[in-house]
């Protein structure tokens, strides 16, 4: 058996690179996640509340200004036929420079707007950290796309890991030293700083140079039309609820809320490098409507990850107060609750992740970016009223109410492309609505705390 298992691995035809990319991202994403815990609470220890409060919002600006200004130029590389040409790269990487200085300015033009709105005037500071973190970022080598368009994932991993591993050793050492929210920002540009560094160093590939070809960067243009509208609006379905909820919970209350995201965006923050790193790939070189062979292929290889991703959320609801009280000190156990309810509010995210992507691995990003438009625009509405009438627990149950309103159109989309899997999501819609009334039933206590927690 270990025998057939090694052959697997080891071989180098697409199933043997599924198979190790799947080990890699699950290896890889599993160490990154303890580092992050580890980090987060011995830091727990040095800082207040408060300074996670205003870090989450900078994480959400940070995020906010890479996914709305994207062009998708590392989703262009991994489907283009030109995706192993020198000079189609380097006027990608050339082009993504250009975004990141522009960025970089546009969070210092509104870095004091900002520290208005949250009345907050450290914010303002806290801003120049975050253009400097992504005119970095712009600086990093196109080779990280290319080993995802090979599905080639070893030296990707080790290169996540050790530029994580930088970033807390410095905030560790800072947050003793300076007990100030200052130490988790410095960790942050480290981080992508010496990803970008080593981004150039430790994967195999063309060496980064200024180009700019009229042909590719019309190609770029063509292809990322549209997903410049539509990455942004993924960060609004994706943050939506915390993007409301950093003006209408006070930083400490903000800042229990991301430790109980923390641990319930597990599930589905490996569920999405899985989909970027595997599925995305298959649907393009393997489309479903190519073969029932393809077809088998994909739905095997989704009933995996859901099923995966699926258990470790529901560990998270059984288990969510006792694991913030066994783990952190007294004054973050509010968190607890929080997590037990966000679990079962994630839960149908992960039936329908990914079968978006099969429009843009037809190139229909077009059609793509309609439905996130439609998509951001339920959600955003449905979480802005629950959080204006009920508050957090309101904002809770929008999220869910979203994907099933939303689940419908989905399917008419992608049914011409043969990709709906309708066994898969009727098995784990059932599953969620079981494991919903198992949490909540032996975690009655941590509804009725979400249903009363007060607004700023």
Same mark, same amino acid.
């Given at each position: 058996?270990?025998?057939?298992?090694?052959?697997?691995?080891?071989?180098?035809?697409?199933?043997?690179?599924?198979?190790?990319?799947?080990?890699?991202?699950?290896?890889?994403?599993?160490?990154?996640?303890?580092?992050?815990?580890?980090?987060? $609470?011995?830091?727990?220890? $040095?800082?207040?509340?408060?300074?996670?409060?205003?870090?989450?919002?900078?994480?959400?600006?940070?995020?906010?200004?890479?996914?709305?200004?994207?062009?998708?130029?590392?989703?262009? /590389?991994?489907?283009?036929?030109?995706?192993?040409?020198?000079?189609?790269? !380097?006027?990608?990487?050339?082009?993504?420079?250009?975004?990141? &200085?522009?960025?970089?300015?546009?969070?210092?033009?509104?870095?004091?707007? &900002? +520290?208005?709105?949250?009345?907050?005037?450290?914010?303002?500071?806290?801003?120049?950290?975050?253009?400097?973190?992504?005119? &970095?970022?712009?600086?990093?080598?196109?080779?990280?796309?290319?080993?995802?368009?090979?599905?080639?994932?070893?030296?990707?991993?080790?290169?996540?890991?050790?530029?994580?591993?930088? =970033?807390?050793?410095?905030? /560790?050492?800072?947050?003793?030293?300076?007990?100030?929210?200052?130490?988790?920002?410095?960790?942050?540009?480290?981080? !992508?700083?010496?990803?970008?560094?080593?981004?150039?160093?430790?994967?195999?590939?063309?060496?980064?140079?200024?180009?700019?070809?009229?042909?590719?960067?019309?190609?770029?243009?063509?292809?990322?039309?549209?997903?410049?509208?539509?990455?942004?609006?993924?960060?609004?379905?994706?943050?939506?609820?915390?993007?409301?909820?950093?003006?209408?919970?006070?930083?400490?209350?903000?800042?229990?809320?991301?430790?109980?995201?923390?641990?319930?965006?597990?599930?589905?923050?490996?569920?999405?490098?899985?989909?970027?790193?595997?599925?995305?790939?298959?649907?393009?070189?393997?489309?479903?409507?190519?073969?029932?062979? !393809?077809?088998?292929?994909?739905?095997?290889?989704?009933?995996?990850?859901?099923?995966?991703?699926?258990?470790? $959320?529901?560990?998270?609801?059984?288990?969510?107060?006792?694991?913030?009280?066994?783990?952190?000190?007294?004054?973050?156990?509010?968190?607890?609750?929080?997590?037990?309810?966000?679990?079962? =509010?994630?839960?149908?995210?992960?039936?329908? #992740?990914?079968?978006?992507?099969? $429009?843009?691995?037809?190139?229909?990003?077009?059609?793509?970016?309609?439905?996130?438009?439609?998509?951001?625009?339920?959600?955003?509405?449905?979480?802005?009223?629950?959080?204006?009438?009920?508050?957090? /627990?309101?904002?809770?149950?929008? #999220?869910?109410? +979203?994907?099933?309103?939303?689940?419908?159109?989905?399917?008419?989309? /992608?049914?011409?492309?043969?990709?709906?899997?309708?066994?898969?999501?009727?098995?784990?819609?059932?599953?969620?609505?079981?494991?919903?009334?198992?949490?909540?039933?032996?975690?009655?206590?941590?509804? =009725?705390?979400?249903? !009363?927690?007060?607004?700023?």
């Amino acid at each position: 058996m270990l025998g057939v298992i090694r052959t697997k691995l080891s071989g180098d035809g697409l199933g043997a690179r599924v198979m190790r990319g799947s080990a890699l991202t699950f290896m890889g994403f599993g160490t990154s996640q303890f580092l992050r815990l580890g980090s987060n $609470l011995i830091v727990t220890r $040095l800082l207040f509340p408060e300074a996670f409060g205003l870090m989450a919002i900078m994480t959400l600006f940070l995020t906010g200004l890479q996914m709305v200004s994207d062009i998708g130029l590392t989703t262009g /590389i991994v489907r283009s036929k030109r995706g192993d040409d020198p000079v189609f790269l !380097n006027t990608c990487w050339t082009l993504q420079i250009i975004r990141g &200085v522009l960025l970089a300015a546009i969070c210092c033009i509104i870095a004091g707007p &900002v +520290a208005r709105f949250y009345g907050e005037p450290i914010l303002h500071e806290l801003m120049y950290g975050v253009a400097f973190t992504v005119f &970095v970022m712009g600086l990093r080598s196109t080779r990280i796309a290319t080993a995802t368009r090979k599905i080639l994932l070893g030296r990707l991993t080790l290169l996540d890991l050790g530029s994580q591993v930088l =970033s807390i050793l410095s905030m /560790i050492v800072l947050a003793m030293i300076w007990e100030s929210v200052w130490a988790l920002m410095i960790g942050m540009i480290v981080a !992508n700083m010496s990803k970008a560094v080593l981004s150039h160093v430790m994967l195999p590939g063309h060496p980064s140079r200024l180009t700019l070809e009229r042909a590719a960067v019309l190609e770029q243009y063509h292809f990322g039309k549209y997903l410049f509208v539509s990455s942004g609006l993924t960060f609004v379905i994706d943050n939506g609820d915390r993007i409301l909820l950093s003006k209408f919970l006070s930083l400490s209350s903000l800042a229990f809320y991301n430790i109980a995201y923390f641990f319930a965006s597990v599930p589905l923050i490996l569920m999405g490098n899985f989909v970027n790193r595997i599925v995305y790939p298959l649907y393009s070189a393997h489309p479903p409507a190519e073969s029932e062979a !393809n077809r088998r292929a994909i739905s095997k290889t989704r009933f995996a990850l859901t099923g995966g991703m699926f258990t470790l $959320l529901f560990g998270f609801g059984l288990l969510g107060q006792w694991l913030i009280e066994l783990l952190y000190t007294e004054n973050y156990w509010q968190a607890g609750p929080i997590l037990v309810a966000l679990t079962v =509010s994630l839960m149908p995210n992960l039936i329908v #992740q990914g079968y978006a992507f099969v $429009l843009l691995a037809n190139g229909k990003s077009g059609t793509y970016t309609g439905f996130q438009l439609f998509r951001a625009v339920l959600q955003t509405t449905l979480l802005t009223i629950g959080l204006m009438q009920y508050g957090l /627990i309101g904002a809770l149950v929008a #999220q869910p109410v +979203a994907v099933l309103l939303t689940y419908p159109v989905l399917v008419y989309l /992608i049914r011409p492309y043969k990709a709906e899997d309708p066994l898969h999501d009727i098995v784990f819609t059932v599953l969620t609505l079981l494991s919903a009334g198992i949490v909540f039933w032996l975690n009655g206590d941590a509804l =009725s705390y979400v249903i !009363n927690v007060s607004m700023s």
